[in-house]
């Protein structure tokens, strides 16, 4: 009789969606050395129990593989996260303002309270961000920097005086700094459309010390693994240099504390200077050296400063230079010849197209077969170009940041222009390399859910149907587009990506089945159970003393971390997220599932023409008790 090989862990009784088509369904799973060892029916596994093996009982709870977010910076963020104040996921201004005034009442000079991005103006009742006459009078003293989408951040007296904005500074290029009538800046910093001014003001505030950064980031990461997020790729980004700003998430990955595997792409720092730049990160650095924790995976997405094409959907298109394709190709090249695939950031169909005939005449010299090279966003990406994308052989990965701007995309191009951007469902019928992601911290938020729920309803954060049900994805291919697609776009294919022998042990276990919540629920999921290498990173609930991965409390003392702890400020029991408007709204009319009288949609008005400027006569025209002001 042959004997089994002993598990190190093995999770039975539960529903476990696999994604692996040749076994598509099982109720039981055996992890050793950090990978899935079998998967199927409980008796099958549990005959792999030996004497050291740790059982964990699903109790019919769905089990998903782990999320994979194909473009964020945790990088960046993890530096950051324990001094920012997290607006994401909570639905009431006079919450968020009730958390800044909080804030600022325990945060001691010289420190800056920061509420940088992940949220947008139309997720709150109010439809609108505070003026900076309230955040003055929350804020005499203290320096607060507020960040809204790639458009505008708001500074109050301190923070401008904080960062030596006087009636002499002049206008950076692409920026404005609006004035009074006497010349002074009232404290609204605009892009126009470059974000420049936004990111070189915040860079001006405080950093942590090198050893709560490594708290920071821990934290980061755990708030992701809450969320269901075992693996991510690393965009870069501006502000962010290399190998410097690398140093903590090397430490951690040294120190074997990281809970969420890390693939990390080289962007650029310096206008003019690009090709210099990867000239000398080609050299010293090889693709994909590292670890499965923590790897290199190329260049981008900012390859050259000419081809920038920021999303400001509150300006209007920007021109790109006409050196564009002469900067790009130059750098392109060096990329093809060391055969570093790159991601590259472009918003706009001309962007994409413009790249594109620089790639494919690259491609006549170096051809591109073989190096997973893909678009970012592409939101207005034409079908020619998908095609062109396709002949290639690049990718398309995709964020959700219409989620949280696409009332201003509708504002500037109208609903038909909105109905598909980016054409998720189009790209997946002509078979190109496509995933998702978040592009978290600092438009969108970094919950995995948001961007599931934007694939599965079109609708944004703010309620806006923007999508009809032929642009929207069923809850397979959505689940997929955050799992299995992922992975060639970190070159990972087989590794991960699903519940599958000898794939790493990844999963997560949602506190509601994802397959038959109602679609409003989405967005409000998190995880009760999260494995990243088969050790336990994340429990809650019935599984709450499974936790293998305790740290230290959120440093330094006055983080709002310790308070909020993260998105909807979950760390409180009456918190603004879980006890939002929205929320309160389906549990009070009963829409466990989805209801006739509400179509399951408690905004759907924002879409029509009734006063969206008006609260009051907004929700008075949906004629429905549970919005009741």
């Known amino acids: 009789m042959t004997t089994l090989e002993p598990a190190d862990v093995i999770l039975h009784r539960g529903l476990i969606t696999t994604l692996d088509r040749s076994n598509p369904a099982a109720t039981a799973v055996a992890v050793k050395d950090g990978k899935f060892l079998a998967v199927g029916g409980d008796a099958e596994i549990m005959a792999r129990k030996g004497p050291s ?3 964990v009982d699903l109790k019919g709870k769905r089990v998903l593989p782990g999320l994979i977010d194909n473009h964020t910076h945790v990088v960046r963020g993890g530096l950051n996260f324990n001094m920012e104040l997290r607006w994401d996921g909570v639905r009431s201004m006079a919450d968020a303002m009730d958390m800044l005034r909080r804030q600022v009442a325990i945060t001691p000079p010289p420190q800056w309270v920061r509420v940088v991005g992940g949220f947008t103006d139309h997720q709150f009742a109010e439809k609108r961000l505070p003026t900076i006459d309230e955040i003055n009078a929350i804020a005499p003293d203290t320096p607060v920097f507020l960040l809204h989408l790639y458009d505008r951040a708001l500074l109050n007296g301190a923070a401008l005086r904080a960062v030596g904005y006087t009636k002499e500074t002049p206008d950076p290029p692409g920026g404005e700094i609006t004035r009074d009538a006497n010349g002074n800046p009232t404290g609204l910093l605009l892009a126009k459309p470059n974000a420049g001014i936004l990111y070189s003001t915040l860079a001006k505030g405080p950093k942590l010390p090198f050893d709560y950064q490594v708290n920071s980031t821990r934290h980061f990461m755990r708030e992701l693994n809450r969320l269901g997020v075992t693996s991510v790729i690393d965009a870069g980004g501006g502000f962010q240099n290399y190998p410097d700003d690398y140093a903590v998430i090397q430490k951690l990955a040294d120190e074997g504390l990281m809970t969420v595997r890390l693939a990390y792409n080289l962007f650029t720092q310096k206008p003019e200077e690009e090709k210099e730049d990867f000239l000398k990160w080609t050299s010293s650095v090889k693709y994909k050296q590292g670890s499965d924790y923590f790897r290199h995976n190329g260049a981008g997405e900012m390859l050259v400063f000419s081809a920038a094409d920021f999303e400001d959907f509150q300006q209007p298109r920007p021109d790109l230079p006409a050196q564009m394709e002469a900067d790009l190709e130059g750098v392109v090249r060096v990329l093809a010849e060391n055969r570093w695939p790159w991601r590259m950031h472009a918003t706009y169909d001309e962007t994409i197209s413009r790249a594109l005939d620089v790639f494919e005449k690259v491609n006549q010299d170096i051809p591109l077969a073989g190096l997973n090279w893909f678009f970012d966003h592409a ?4 079908e020619r170009s998908i095609d062109r994308v396709a002949a290639l052989g690049g990718g398309i990965a ?3 940041r219409m989620a949280y701007q696409g009332e201003y995309f509708i504002e500037r191009y109208g609903h038909a222009a909105a109905e598909a951007t980016p054409p998720v469902a189009r790209m997946l019928e002509k078979g190109v390399r496509v995933s998702a992601g978040t592009d978290a911290t600092r438009v969108a938020s970094y919950n995995p859910w948001v ?9 944004t954060v703010g309620g ?5 049900r032929r642009n929207c994805l069923d809850r397979d291919a959505a689940l997929r587009m955050w799992t299995e697609n992922v992975t060639w776009f970190s070159n990972e294919e087989g590794l991960k990506g699903r519940i599958e022998a000898g794939q790493v042990a990844d999963l997560v276990v949602p506190d509601k089945d994802f397959f038959n919540c109602a679609e409003d629920e989405i967005s409000f999921l998190v995880s009760e159970l999260t494995l990243v290498g088969g050790k336990v ?13 305790p740290i230290p409390p959120a440093m330094p003392d006055w983080s709002p971390v310790r308070a909020f702890k993260g998105y909807a400020a979950w760390g409180e029991p009456d918190g603004a997220g879980r006890n939002s408007l929205r929320r309160t709204a389906i549990a009070g009319c009963g829409c466990a599932n989805n209801c006739a009288i509400h179509e399951h949609d408690h905004t759907r008005a924002w879409a029509s023409s009734v006063p969206v400027s008006d609260v009051k006569g907004f929700f008075g025209a949906l004629g429905c008790a549970c919005w009741a002001v």
């Open 464 to 468: 806006t149907q923007m999508y009809p």
């Open 53 to 55: 093996t740790k059982v």
């Open 537 to 549: 990173v994340f429990s809650d609930g019935v599984f709450a003393d499974l936790d293998e991965n």
């Open 379 to 382: 939101e207005t990406i034409s």
């Open 451 to 459: 961007s599931l729920a934007w694939m599965v309803t079109g609708k």
């Open 398 to 400: 995709v964020q959700h």
